[in-house]
């Protein structure tokens, strides 16, 4: 998840713009932690936006990580012929 991302989805859900900008200053300093953004916007009142139910959008990077095993499919551009 990218900054402008994080950046979107703070706006989305109602953050201050002042306040997304001190969290965005966060993340470039510390690393992105969602665990840590959420802690930090519950206890300024706000909802969890990254690991909740409801969006969860940190989640669904964290399960397309941990798979072991990837699947590309190549595709030719010339067309194959069976004989």
């Known amino acids: 998840m990218t900054f402008q991302d994080i950046r979107f989805a703070l706006k989305a859900t109602g953050v201050d713009d002042d306040f997304s900008e001190l969290l965005i200053q ?48 190549k595709n030719h551009h010339k067309p194959q012929w069976n004989e």
């Not at 802690?39 to 969890?48: A, F, H, I, N, R």
């Not at 690991?51 to 990837?70: L, M, S």
Request: aromatic content about 24%.
């Open 26 to 73: 966060f993340c470039r300093e510390n690393g992105t932690n969602y665990h840590q953004l959420d802690e930090m916007l519950e206890y300024e009142g706000y909802q969890k936006v990254f690991t909740d139910e409801f969006f969860g959008w940190a989640d669904i990077d964290d399960e397309y990580e941990n798979d072991e095993f990837f699947y590309v499919e």
